[in-house]
């Protein structure tokens, strides 16, 4: 198995056509749910268990997109798989608070490569991955293993018009055999679980959520 990677930050991971190339995509699609049912995010999927309405699939958006993600991969794992990503926006409009509890990504069957990317927002939102924190800016992005590194962001009071952008992709080494288990499972979780009761001051929020929500990260 490969050795998850050391969280590494990038800055100004878009250039300005890519940034306006997401959102004519994502304006297209509110855009149409307007026209069609009144509801500018009919055609997108609302969480609410993190309070996010998201584009779960790359489908929609331009092929560079996918290919600056695949390219940033290559720097940092050997022979990436083709990268899946969403668009993500934290928002009251998903129907709950916003919230990232402490999470390790038991459901992917490898070893898994993330990056986050913050797009626009209309307030600041510090991401963690473990312990580290990551002071993020626009156009920045945080590439970790979202599978063995549980990643999290503290309690963040959204007023009912505030949202926060990401775009996150994931992918994993075709050269990585190793397939996880579910012992490798319950240590994603014990580590989640312990990161959280070690940054309960930060969470105080979350943690009410996450046990009052089933299926809460």
């Not at 855009?31 to 609302?46: A, F, Q």
């Not at 309405?53 to 996918?66: D, T, V, W, Y």
């Not at 999290?152 to 952008?165: L, S, T």
């Not at 989640?192 to 105080?204: M, R």
Request: hydrophobic share 30%; with cysteine.
């Amino acid at each position: 198995m490969n050795n998850p990677i050391n969280p590494v930050k990038f800055d100004n991971f878009f250039t300005p056509d890519e940034i306006a190339s997401i959102y004519n995509t994502v304006n297209d699609l509110m855009n149409k749910g307007l026209s069609e049912t009144g509801d500018k995010y009919h055609y997108m999927t609302k969480l609410t268990n993190n309070g996010f309405i998201a584009i779960l699939s790359p489908e929609p958006f331009e092929k560079k997109i996918s290919e600056k993600f695949y390219n940033k991969a290559k720097e940092l794992i050997s022979n990436p798989s083709p990268v899946g990503f969403l668009f993500a926006r934290y928002t009251w409009d998903s129907g709950d608070m916003p919230s990232l509890m402490p999470h390790c990504d038991r459901s992917e069957t490898k070893m898994g490569l993330y990056g986050t990317v913050e797009l626009d927002k209309t307030l600041d939102w510090d991401f963690y991955v473990e312990d580290q924190k990551f002071e993020m800016q626009h156009n920045q992005s945080v590439w970790f293993t979202g599978t063995h590194q549980p990643h999290w962001r503290p309690d963040k009071d959204f007023a009912p018009n505030d949202y926060y952008d990401i775009i996150i992709c994931q992918t994993h080494s075709l050269d990585d055999d190793y397939m996880l288990t579910e012992e490798d499972r319950d240590i994603m979780d014990r580590k989640a679980t312990e990161c959280a009761e070690k940054h309960k001051d930060l969470l105080v929020n979350g943690l009410i959520k996450q046990y009052s929500e089933d299926g809460c990260q």
